[in-house]
């Protein structure tokens, strides 16, 4: 038995591996894999309507907001948010919460001005930042709704009378989140939605008619609108398991439901790293991630020891970033609260070994 605490890609329940396996044999009775079929063919086409009507139902959107699946990673999304909305004289407002908010606001540099109004730098991006005002006449707000790799999440969103648009790849749909008060939010997939390859885009219809430059079509979000996600050959496959695991998530009560569970997880897993001599949290207690609970040994030459013991209980993927070491327990929404409950009694166990 193994307990997956990836960060992405990350967990996948199990009844939603075997329908994709399913599909890739035999989609809808077609006798044809999902592998093979046109996207334009009608098996497809329905894919694409229900991945898309998941998504504004358990967002609970209103009608004035577009979903789209694109290609190319939240990554894209960097650089494709000021292509769309910057212009060489205009600023775009990015909050700094670490790598990926960094790799953000560098790609704005490109078509713009990028002013940083808040950052946690200063204490190894161990919390989240306060957003005082913003004195300069700003496109759009640009933060990161969680820090997958500190381990750091907004619980108060900064929300200031500008567009915001907000980087949501690690914890879109793992909790109760009022959608409707963003203008633009983006996701890589390989989180909580399904499996890499498809990255979600949701935008505000007066936000996309705000865009006047000229751009090639692929990387202009009127034209993706306009194609319904089909444009281009989309990501099939990734579109389907988004859709086959999001049927899933309806099925568990939606966000709301498991967003106490992910709760639950959290706390579970950060009270017994609190009641711990060996091991400590460095994010400060009202910024702490439900999503990526990140935490590290006091005596660093048990962090390998650590590693393989918990390797040997089945535990996998708890490695932390390359940039932070340590260690990262992603409790994504398929994982289930006894994965935390071994993970925990691994804690618990190696302490007892070295204590
Ligand atoms: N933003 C955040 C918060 C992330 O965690 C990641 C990847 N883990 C990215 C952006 C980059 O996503 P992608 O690999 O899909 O480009």
Known sequence: MKYNFSAGPSILPKQVLDNIAAGIINIEGSELSILELSHRGPIIQKVRNEAVSLIKELCHLPDDYHVLYLQGGATTQFAMIPQNFLSVNEKAAYIDTGVWSQKATKAASYYGKDVTVASSADEDYSYIPELGGISDNVRYLHFTSNNTIYGSQYTNYPLIDVPIVVDMSSDILSRSIDYSKF??????????????????VIIKDSFLKSITKELPSIYDYRAHVKGDSMLNTPPVFAMYGCMLNLQWLKEQGGAEAIGQKNKEKADTLYSALDRSDLFVTKVRKDSRSQMNVTFSITVPELEEEFLNFAASEGVVGIKGHRLTKGFRASLYNALPLSSVKVLVQVVQHFEQKHG
């Open 183 to 200: 203008d633009l939010i983006y996701a890589g997939a390989q989180k909580n939605i399904g499996p890499a390859g498809a990255t979600i």
